[in-house]
């Protein structure tokens, strides 16, 4: 999760979509928004990977606003 969100906040700021101050808040809401939870197979580590990223993509998207 944290790793996820990190990829989609700094690919946000990279194409200039957010300012690098809002990294750090686009990772912070997506860990308080998905607590850690133990993975029992791959296909719960790849769900918990798709949902941070669209967090993530979702709050990159607030902040712009």
Request: glycine share 2%; aromatic share 4%.
């Amino acid at each position: 999760v944290l790793n996820a969100a990190n990829e989609i906040a700094v690919e946000a700021f990279l194409a200039a979509r957010l300012p690098f101050t809002a990294i750090a808040r686009v990772i912070a809401d997506t860990l308080a928004a998905l607590p850690a939870r133990p993975a029992a197979g791959l296909d719960e580590v790849l769900a918990a990977d798709d949902q941070a990223r669209r967090f993530a993509a979702a709050r990159v998207l607030a902040q712009a606003a």
